[in-house]
């Protein structure tokens, strides 16, 4: 794992995604963990985590109304 420079790094929509995605399925490495940790703000894993809790209840939603009929 290379080390964050002095100058924090921006995280990607990609890198938030996939802190979040894991975080719901609660499977992370370790290494992976401190590396959010560093490079992720809590305001976007909070809007990141509330995006995909709607988008599952929606996917939910929509997959016991498919069922359903």
């Known amino acids: 794992m290379n080390k964050i420079d002095t100058q924090q790094k921006k995280a990607t929509v990609l890198q938030i ?5 894991s975080a719901f399925m609660g499977i992370r490495k370790k290494s992976d ?3 959010d940790a560093e490079t ?3 305001m976007q894993v909070i809007i ?8 599952f209840v929606i996917s939910v939603l929509l997959l016991v109304n ?4």
Not at 17 to 21: D, E, I, K, N, Y
């Open 17 to 21: 995604a996939r802190a979040v995605l």
């Open 33 to 35: 963990h401190e590396f």
């Open 40 to 42: 992720l703000k809590p």
């Open 48 to 55: 990141g985590g509330l995006i995909g809790g709607v988008l």
């Open 66 to 69: 498919f069922v359903v009929r």
